[in-house]
């Protein structure tokens, strides 16, 4: 039986190739942020989402989306709110029977991304957005791939 050996300069080849099959298995973090009222707190600041639609057990807020000094004016923001590197907010929201996914950057007091209007189930998973029928896969730092 035959065996081969690494030779010291291939290790460079191999480390590459090494780290990008690491990179494209990665998956981004996202965590679910729980509002209190019409604010969720993100990291050390807080968010205002608008006036509750029901005071005590809110299902949607009226907006504008305000955070420090960025107002986001979104339309009728609705859960699921995720947070993604601290900093990158994804924003589910709606006017009628149309839906939209808005991801913000609260740093820059910019909006990152925003989807189509759609129609049906929101999903958000560490790999991927399904927006009703449409699957936008997502990159390691949660910001969707291909899509502006």
């Known amino acids: 039986m035959k065996t081969m050996a690494c030779m010291p300069y291939q290790w460079p080849a191999f480390a590459a190739v090494l780290l990008a099959s690491m990179a494209a298995r990665a998956e981004c973090t996202l965590q679910t942020l729980t509002p209190h009222g019409s604010e969720v707190r993100v990291e050390a600041a807080v968010v205002q989402l608008g006036d509750a639609d029901n005071a ?73 957005l399904q927006l009703g029928g449409k699957r936008i896969a997502l990159d390691a730092r949660c910001v969707p791939i291909g899509e502006k």
């Open 56 to 128: 005590a057990s809110p299902a949607a807020w009226q907006g504008p989306l305000v955070a420090g000094a960025c107002t986001f004016d979104l339309g009728i923001i609705e859960p699921p709110l995720l947070l993604a590197q601290g900093k990158l907010l994804y924003v589910p929201s709606y006017s009628g029977s149309r839906r939209t996914l808005t991801l913000v950057d609260l740093n820059t007091c910019s909006v990152r991304w925003k989807s189509m209007a759609f129609s049906g189930r929101l999903t958000i998973g560490p790999r991927a």
